[in-house]
């Protein structure tokens, strides 16, 4: 197991380094170049040549990406031309809140999903089958923003069932340890700080939930049925295992296989593709921070994100790699 987690971390130096380096060359194709894009349309050729001395943009290109590499590699990625903090900083401030939101979201997604798929699969042509079918595919359609919309206004607006937006209520005096509320109202005792909180991710979760639950829906739904037309599953049939013992070691766990591999790419996508989600509930995470970042072109900050999603989703895939090992020896052989 040791070695395989070494073989996959060194297999993603060449991956980040190549990420790297599109970074620095549209970094470097910006129009007017990074200064411009600092300074705005109607700077003076002085000030964007006082910016990019400052900058170290006047060197050779060679010397400008090792810094670029240099200062990525000690986590200084700049600072935002909208709060004037280190981009950094920032996403420690904020990304708690979407790893919140994101976790709660797959973890819907999955314990609906996966059920959902495996009991369509065994009740093929059935009224659950087709159910789950036609629901997939209606989850697929469904813009996430609209159907965030749709949620606040019935259960929030009109019910006053859920909060309508942020993470927590103004008047809830909470104390923050980790970033994560929740897990802070477990740390510190403070369980209606904790319960407010979950109030506040369900709505938003429910919403980011629904293309990935419908893919995971349709994923194992597939592959149960392939699995369970297989040789092994009809040889441990006639050897007169229990049905339940096929069922679980035979087939749901060879079927799960390509669902891990769903799961994992679908999680690094929920944690860097909240934007609409949380703008819509103004949840105060990572998404919503780079929206801004967008309609101010600040560069630093979209930047960061890239390569701090880009972070995600490797270390993502070598948990993805992992749960493979686990769930089929093979893997560890090989």
């Not at 993603?12 to 200064?35: E, M």
């Not at 904020?94 to 798929?117: C, D, Q, Y």
């Not at 789950?132 to 965030?148: E, K």
Request: hydrophobic content about 55%.
């Amino acid at each position: 197991m040791l070695r395989l987690v070494v073989r996959r971390l060194l297999q993603l130096i060449p991956t980040l380094l190549g990420l790297s380096v599109l970074l620095f060359l549209w970094l470097d194709r910006l129009p007017g170049g990074p200064a411009s894009a600092i300074l705005g349309e109607k700077a003076t050729e002085a000030e964007v040549a006082r910016i990019n001395r400052a900058l170290g943009l006047d060197q050779p290109v060679y010397v400008q990406y090792w810094r670029f590499l240099k200062r990525i590699v000690e986590l200084d990625l700049g600072t935002s031309t909208q709060t004037g903090q280190p981009v950094w900083d920032e996403f420690v401030l904020r990304f708690p809140a979407t790893v919140e939101l994101s976790l709660l979201a797959i973890l819907i997604a999955v314990a609906v999903g996966v059920p959902l798929g495996y009991f369509a699969a065994r009740n093929r042509g059935g009224w659950l089958d087709v159910t789950a079918v036609s629901g997939s595919l209606v989850g697929i359609c469904i813009p996430v923003f609209f159907l965030a919309l749709i949620l606040k206004g019935i259960f929030a607006v009109n019910l006053g069932i859920f909060p309508s937006y942020g993470r927590q209520d103004t008047g809830i005096d909470a104390t923050s340890v980790t970033g994560f509320a929740v897990l802070d109202g477990v740390l510190t005792g403070e369980f209606d700080a904790s319960w407010d909180a979950i109030m506040h991710l369900i709505l938003p979760a429910v919403a980011l939930a629904s293309i990935p639950l419908a893919v995971i829906v349709r994923m194992t739904r597939a592959s149960v049925l392939e699995v369970q037309d297989e040789d092994y599953v009809r040889t441990a049939e006639a050897k007169g295992l229990k049905r339940s013992v096929v069922r679980s070691r035979h087939v749901l766990r060879n079927a799960m296989l390509p669902v891990v591999t769903a799961v994992g790419l679908l999680t690094g996508s929920l944690l860097s593709g909240a934007v609409l989600t949380e703008s819509v509930f103004s949840f105060g995470g990572i998404g919503s921070f780079i929206r801004t970042a967008i309609d101010a072109r600040d560069y630093p900050v979209l930047v960061g994100f890239i390569m701090f999603i880009a972070m995600v989703y490797v270390l993502i895939n070598l948990l993805v790699d992992l749960a493979y090992s686990l769930i089929d020896p093979r893997v560890r052989v090989h």
